[in-house]
């Protein structure tokens, strides 16, 4: 019995092991900006995860406006990756949060999912929030056009002025 | 010799202010290539910093087409000067003829004669200036006009160092043709 009660504590101390404890995140996001570079709106988020249990190499999804996305690890480090491209009147100018979640609530996430359940009270293992600016279309009227105007109209009055003094 | 009522200059008027006109001075002349130079060098910026042209790669071309422009853009501003320095003379003649009468009137040696003579080469004078910065101020606008226009429209498909070489040779072409005209 003390066997089995020791196997039993063993269990639940590794699987209590394997999940990440009380993660500091610190990322950092990028998002496009202009509409003439992009067909798309990227986002682009870095970010590094300290579990206060010491668990690395963490397997990360993410998961954002109803899409599943996989975190791409960096190499013997605790630095990870998520990008995705969305189009830009989907995404307009605000603020945005982008859940993660390790395999365990991922499955969670994915049950709800094929199930047609609300996700959004799928607990997550952290919750990284970024701003984005908005993609900007430029300004209204082209540079190019402005400088051909404004010399247009400049040579007119210094052709009208010549015709008059020559009159 | 007396101006007639009509405003048109005497045969005699005409004669001395072409004498005038003939003799480009040398600063005259320094400062129309040098304008020229200047305005002929703007659209180098144009093309590096907005066509993306590199500057040493492509630095024969600015030379060669920077220099060709200057004597064509020059060119046009000695001709533009010399038909508009007529009309302007006769515009204002009678306005600097009043200035100078009022300023010699008092002057008791000096002759009839030699007051015309100074009203004239005052009429020179003014004439001179207003037509020079006159045919500067027209030509740069038109040049840069046409630089404009060829670059970013008419051609915007071609490699930036041909549409730099065409836009340069067509607009300081066409200022130096327009120029030519009597009117």
Not at chain 1, 79 to 101: E, N
Not at chain 1, 124 to 147: C, D, K, M, N, R
Not at chain 2, 18 to 41: C, E, H, M, P, W
Not at chain 2, 72 to 85: E, Q, T
Request: proline share 2%.
């Amino acid at each position: 019995m003390k066997l089995i009660g020791a196997f039993l504590a063993l269990c639940v101390y590794l699987a209590s092991g394997e999940n990440c404890q009380a993660p500091q995140v610190t990322s950092q996001v990028y998002t496009t900006s202009e509409v003439h570079v992009s067909t798309e709106t990227v986002v682009i988020i870095t970010f590094s995860v300290q579990c206060k249990n010491g668990i690395k190499d963490l397997n990360l999804y993410a998961e954002f406006d109803g899409r599943n996305l996989p975190a791409s690890q960096v190499i013997d480090s605790d630095q990870y990756q998520v990008s995705f491209s969305i189009d830009h009147k989907k995404l307009p100018a605000g603020q945005y949060q982008i859940r993660f979640f390790d395999e365990d609530l991922f499955a969670n996430l994915r049950k709800a999912q094929r199930s047609g359940e609300d996700t959004a009270s799928i607990q997550g293992l952290f919750t990284i929030g970024f701003s984005h600016q908005g993609a900007s279309h430029g300004p209204w009227i082209q540079t190019e056009h402005v400088a051909v105007l404004s010399s247009v109209l400049l040579s007119y009055f210094a052709y009208s002025t010549r015709n008059q003094l020559q009159s | 010799m007396s101006s007639k009522p009509n405003k048109k200059l005497t045969k005699q008027e005409e004669i001395l202010l072409q004498d005038f006109s003939r003799n480009v001075s040398t600063k005259s002349s320094a400062l129309f290539y040098g304008n020229a130079f200047i305005v002929s060098g703007i659209p180098i910026w144009l093309f590096w910093r907005i066509h993306q042209m590199d500057l040493y790669q492509s630095i024969i071309f600015f030379v060669v087409m920077t220099l060709v422009s200057t004597y064509l853009v020059a060119m046009a501003y000695k001709n533009v000067k010399f038909v508009l320095k007529h009309k302007i003379a006769i515009k204002r003649g009678d306005a600097v003829s009043k200035e100078v009468m009022k300023k010699v009137a008092d002057d008791k040696k000096m002759s009839k004669q030699e007051k015309e003579e100074r009203i004239l080469w005052k009429k020179n004078e003014v004439a001179d200036y207003e037509a020079t910065t006159f045919s500067i101020f027209y030509n740069n606008a038109i040049f840069l006009m046409l630089v404009i226009l060829a670059s970013v429209y008419i051609l915007k498909s071609l490699s930036p160092a041909i549409n730099y070489s065409l836009s340069m040779g067509v607009a300081s072409g066409l200022l130096a043709l327009f120029s030519t005209s009597s009117k």
